[in-house]
């Protein structure tokens, strides 16, 4: 069974544009969570998608969005981009249902110029 | 405020010797309870978990011991390997969501 796909895997991009990252979670997975991995921040939670809807969401502003497809890929976007938002972005997908270990993918590396 | 904290930021061991990774919370409403490894450039790889219903879990050379009264989880690697080095991330979530709280890792280096 295919992992986690993410792509870009690295993105550059410089201050004030937008960008979207892509998941593909592993066949049959609902649930897409993204979290971002900086050094000073740890990994931290920005939401998760179930069923094409948002079901939990972080700490995050509101230039943070994402939406999840009828197959259950997910795309997350970052608008006006800030020096801060460089960071690795994950993509993590599970089953339905409780307590269901996330499975994670290589991640998208984005850099801000 | 960090809910879920691994105060050692490193740990060195002998291969062949028992690894212990540490890790405490503080959010009483965590119920379920997973480590991670982490290799530079990857994403984070499931090891083990483990529900508040039980207070130990084993999986081959991984096994979780959780202790709530303290709010202490720790994950034992017996015997550590070379290939165990990378970094160890414990995360929780609470109510069976899907939502991590991870702290902040502990790089384990294993000495031939």
């Known amino acids: 069974k295919a992992g986690v796909t993410q792509t870009p895997r690295y993105l550059i991009k410089t201050r004030g544009q937008q960008v979207t990252l892509s998941c593909s979670p592993i066949s049959g997975h609902r649930s897409v969570s993204w979290y971002q991995q900086t050094p000073g921040q740890g990994l931290q939670f920005l939401f998760e998608y179930f069923s094409e809807t948002q079901r939990n969401k972080g700490n995050f502003p509101g230039r943070f969005s994402g939406r999840q497809f009828s197959n259950s890929r997910s795309e997350m976007n970052v608008s006006t981009l800030e020096l801060g938002d460089s960071a690795l972005y994950l993509c993590?997908?599970?089953?339905?249902?409780?307590?269901?270990?996330?499975?994670f993918g290589p991640g998208t590396r984005l850099t801000v110029l | 405020d960090q809910q879920v904290k691994q105060n050692s930021p490193s740990l060195s061991v002998q291969e062949g010797r028992i690894s212990i990774l540490n890790c405490d919370y503080t959010?009483?409403?965590?119920?379920?309870f997973l480590w991670y490894k982490k290799y530079p450039a990857e994403g984070p790889t499931f090891l083990i978990s483990i529900s508040s219903i039980k207070d130990k879990n084993e999986d081959g050379r991984f096994t979780v011991f959780l202790n709530k009264s303290a709010k202490h989880l720790s994950l034992h690697i017996v015997p550590s390997q070379p290939g165990d080095s990378a970094v160890y991330f414990c995360?929780?979530?609470?109510?069976?969501?899907?939502?991590?709280?991870f702290g902040g890792g502990t790089r384990l280096m294993v000495k031939p």
């Open positions: 959010n009483s409403m965590f119920d379920y």
């Open positions: 995360a929780a979530s609470a109510n069976a969501g899907n939502m991590l709280t």
């Open positions: 993590a997908s599970s089953l339905q249902g409780a307590n269901n270990e996330q499975f």
